[in-house]
């Protein structure tokens, strides 16, 4: 078999000698618009605009091109511009390596949920947000603390995690409904409930205190399931979620009492509500 190699992208060499550990970043919506460290091109590489941003450009929104996240050349934090590159604000910044190869190593946004962001460290594992950067917590996990790079497929509950010397972990979020009978039933603060007693619909909210699988269902006195109103992986929080009082096909329910169950990794927390019509 025969390969025909093209030319598509030139880079002029002096432009190495100004970038440090960097990605080529190519727009999603636009690929003629390419970026190498703080230098940009229009055509798909074939000229280039030097030193074009104030920061090295790690990451482009996928569903606004204007909204670019750099970071500095010494890689201590994630910057973001609603302009294109013209103004950059803070959003957070990792300072704990001595070296900044030991700080924040790669940058990455969720394509399936651009909430999501990522970025891994030299020695303190993944940080993560998942509300556009607004708040930062660390990716809790048995993986090497020394991260490389994530993939997060949020949608399909998994991540791929490639770490510097414990290789590549995959992080599986099958998940079944089925009640675990070496779940410990707790009644504590990490589920709420208001209004209670409530006529129309329920706002429950709650608090995970590890990443993993969540589910929230509905049950009456007997036992028997209503709905589910959440079964899916979510990272450590708190969240809000509404019951509007209907059955899982969409049917309003008598009025009584029922149980809300939150399953939260090997725990199950459970809650009264009254509905009254």
Same mark, same amino acid.
């Given at each position: 078999? /025969?390969?025909?190699?093209?030319?598509?992208?030139?880079?002029? *060499?002096?432009?190495?000698?100004?970038?440090?550990?960097?990605?080529?970043?190519?727009? *999603?919506?636009?690929?003629?618009?390419?970026?190498? &460290?703080?230098?940009?091109? @229009?055509?798909?590489?074939?000229?280039?605009?030097?030193?074009?941003?104030?920061?090295?450009?790690? &990451?482009?929104?996928?569903?606004?091109?204007?909204?670019?996240?750099?970071?500095?050349?010494?890689?201590?934090? #994630?910057?973001?511009?609603?302009?294109?590159?013209?103004?950059?604000?803070?959003?957070?910044?990792?300072?704990?390596?001595?070296?900044?190869?030991?700080?924040?190593?790669?940058?990455?946004?969720?394509?399936?949920? *651009?909430?999501? @962001?990522?970025?891994?460290?030299?020695?303190?594992?993944?940080?993560?947000?998942?509300?556009?950067?607004?708040?930062?917590?660390? @990716?809790?996990?048995?993986?090497?603390?020394?991260?490389?790079?994530?993939?997060?497929?949020?949608?399909?509950?998994?991540?791929? /995690?490639?770490?510097?010397?414990?290789?590549?972990?995959?992080?599986?979020?099958?998940?079944?409904?089925?009640?675990?009978?070496?779940?410990?039933?707790?009644?504590?603060?990490? #589920?709420?409930?208001?209004?209670? *007693?409530?006529?129309?619909?329920?706002?429950?909210?709650?608090? #995970?205190?590890?990443?993993?699988?969540?589910?929230?269902?509905?049950?009456?006195?007997?036992?028997?399931?209503?709905?589910?109103?959440?079964?899916?992986?979510?990272?450590?929080?708190?969240?809000?979620? /509404?019951?509007?009082?209907?059955?899982?096909?969409?049917?309003?329910?008598?009025?009584?009492?029922?149980?809300?169950?939150?399953?939260? &990794?090997?725990?199950?927390?459970?809650?009264?509500?009254?509905?009254?019509?």
């Amino acid at each position: 078999m /025969i390969f025909s190699w093209e030319q598509v992208c030139i880079i002029h *060499p002096a432009l190495f000698k100004t970038v440090d550990y960097t990605d080529i970043i190519i727009d *999603p919506l636009h690929p003629d618009t390419v970026y190498f &460290g703080r230098h940009r091109s @229009l055509d798909g590489g074939l000229t280039w605009e030097e030193d074009a941003l104030e920061l090295r450009i790690d &990451g482009i929104h996928p569903q606004n091109s204007n909204s670019l996240f750099g970071s500095s050349m010494q890689g201590d934090d #994630i910057q973001i511009s609603y302009d294109w590159g013209s103004n950059f604000q803070l959003m957070d910044e990792y300072l704990s390596g001595p070296f900044h190869y030991q700080n924040i190593r790669n940058f990455t946004i969720a394509k399936d949920n *651009p909430e999501y @962001l990522f970025y891994c460290t030299g020695n303190d594992g993944i940080h993560y947000s998942n509300n556009s950067g607004n708040n930062w917590q660390k @990716l809790e996990g048995s993986y090497e603390n020394r991260t490389l790079e994530i993939i997060p497929l949020i949608n399909e509950n998994k991540f791929y /995690i490639a770490t510097h010397g414990d290789g590549v972990w995959v992080y599986d979020t099958t998940y079944t409904t089925e009640i675990d009978g070496n779940l410990t039933v707790k009644n504590v603060n990490h #589920i709420k409930v208001s209004p209670n *007693p409530f006529t129309n619909q329920t706002s429950i909210t709650f608090y #995970i205190k590890n990443s993993g699988y969540t589910n929230i269902s509905i049950y009456d006195m007997q036992g028997k399931l209503i709905n589910i109103l959440m079964d899916e992986y979510k990272m450590k929080g708190e969240f809000e979620i /509404i019951w509007d009082g209907k059955d899982i096909n969409g049917k309003e329910v008598n009025s009584g009492l029922y149980i809300i169950c939150l399953q939260s &990794g090997k725990n199950l927390y459970s809650i009264k509500v009254v509905l009254f019509k």
